[in-house]
């Protein structure tokens, strides 16, 4: 048979490899994909609560790193158990459905209560397609190339939770990533890097061919030290910049509202980090935690960058997209664009870590339409940004007795 490869782009997400296989003799075929990008910073755990037969419709990524599980059931299709596949949630079920009954006829011949056990629990995998009660879908990723759509963007969807954690050590040695990291080299107080852009050698995350990243710690008035790293690619011109908070994670998360009453609004300074979510209330929006990554611009930057990111959804694109669903994205795009001209609108950025920052025009003095309020951290807040299993004092070796 032939083999064609294929190496395609996402939107919304990253490059994947697409091989079909077919057999002129038998007329047999098989696809399957394979992440052509980097391993991720963080893994990925999609929980899905499907209570529809459209939640079935869903696509779903799911390398062969990734593991898919049914709390209801107690069934898990273990990671590295099968190849990567493009499919939607019902497309899984059915791809478990055919790997139980490949050996069914064998199992019936040599041990008949197995063979009845599974036969009965391939029936309710098939109940689970006709969505009569509702069950949980768990894809769980720890390289973190994995992806579940959501329908409803760029609105959030309340059936679907997404989490990035920290890759276990066992993880890590998985997926062939070493486990201890290099000495770091001891700090020289003489050095100062605070007037010095720091340069170093990385891949364009376009085309792949070498690039340089530079790096530079910059203060923001009224606020705290950030790092701004940007890469440009002379081979085919891409440039991307990103802005990391220089400090630690503050006391009390931040939530930061400005009600926007004139053009000149659009003009404040903003510091969005990778942890915070951004709300427009009025356009029923919600820009999740991790969207967009960590960005310093101006309120007008950051909504050009929303509307791109809306423009660019995958799913109105093709014969993938219905009319109702781009009616809605383009309805949303001409308020968005109402709100950078004449409509008013409140603008909140709420972040846990307490690293995010809006301009206040006024400083030192209060601003009438920007509110800065501090809160106290959930637990699942905690856990999410690792702080609840990190000790900072007294973690060192108690001495022994009679020292």
């Given amino acids: 048979g032939v083999t064609r490869l294929l190496l395609t782009r996402i939107p919304f997400f990253k490059e994947i490899i697409v091989s079909s296989f077919s057999c002129p003799s038998c007329s047999w075929s098989n696809t399957e994909i394979q992440a052509a990008g980097r391993i991720q910073e963080q893994g990925v755990r999609y929980t899905l609560a499907v209570s529809s037969r459209q939640d079935m419709n869903r696509e779903v990524v799911k390398t062969e790193c990734a593991s898919a599980r049914i709390p209801e059931l107690d069934f898990e299709i273990p990671?590295?158990?099968q190849k990567g596949v493009l499919t939607t949630i019902e497309g899984i079920i059915d791809r478990a459905v055919a790997g139980l009954e490949q050996d069914q006829p064998a199992r019936r011949a040599t041990d008949k209560e197995v063979a009845r056990k599974i036969d009965e629990f391939i029936g309710k995998l098939r109940q689970l397609k006709e969505v009569n009660s509702p069950f949980t879908f768990v894809l769980d990723d720890p390289s973190g190339n994995s992806f579940v759509e959501n329908p409803r963007a760029p609105q959030r969807d309340e059936a679907l939770v997404v989490a990035h954690y920290r890759r276990s050590p066992q993880q890590c040695a998985l997926l062939g990533l070493e486990g201890e990291e290099g000495e770091a080299r001891p700090p020289d107080a003489a050095e100062d890097l605070r007037d010095e852009v720091l340069q170093f050698n990385t891949n364009c995350p376009e085309c792949n061919a070498p690039a340089s990243t530079n790096m530079k710690l910059v203060q923001i008035p009224h606020f705290k030290e950030v790092i701004i790293m940007a890469t440009n690619c002379d081979s085919c011109g891409h440039r991307t910049n990103e802005?990391?908070?220089?400090?630690?994670?503050?006391?009390q998360g931040t939530r930061i509202t400005l009600r926007i009453t004139d053009p000149s609004d659009m003009t404040r300074d903003i510091l969005k980090s990778e942890?915070?979510?951004?709300?427009?209330?009025?356009?029923?929006?919600?820009l999740g935690m991790g969207a967009l990554g960590g960005k310093f611009t101006t309120l007008e930057g950051l909504l050009k960058d929303i509307r791109e990111l809306v423009e660019k959804n995958p799913f109105t694109l093709g014969d993938s997209s219905t009319p109702s669903r781009t009616g809605k994205l383009q309805e949303f795009i001409g308020r968005l664009q109402d709100?950078?001209?004449?409509?008013?609108?409140?603008?909140?950025?709420?972040?846990?870590?307490?690293?995010?920052?809006?301009?206040?025009?006024?400083?030192?003095?209060?601003?009438?339409?920007?509110?800065?309020?501090?809160?106290?951290?959930s637990f699942e807040q905690n856990e999410e940004l690792g702080l609840n299993d990190m000790k900072t004092e007294g973690y060192g070796p108690e001495p022994g007795p009679g020292r």
């Fill in 339 to 377: 709100v950078k001209g004449k409509a008013q609108a409140h603008f909140i950025m709420d972040d846990p870590a307490g690293n995010s920052y809006l301009q206040n025009v006024y400083a030192p003095e209060e601003d009438p339409e920007l509110r800065v309020q501090r809160y106290e951290r």
């Fill in 275 to 286: 942890t915070c979510s951004v709300e427009i209330p009025e356009l029923e929006f919600e």
């Fill in 79 to 81: 990671a590295f158990s």
């Fill in 243 to 251: 802005v990391k908070s220089g400090g630690a994670i503050e006391p």
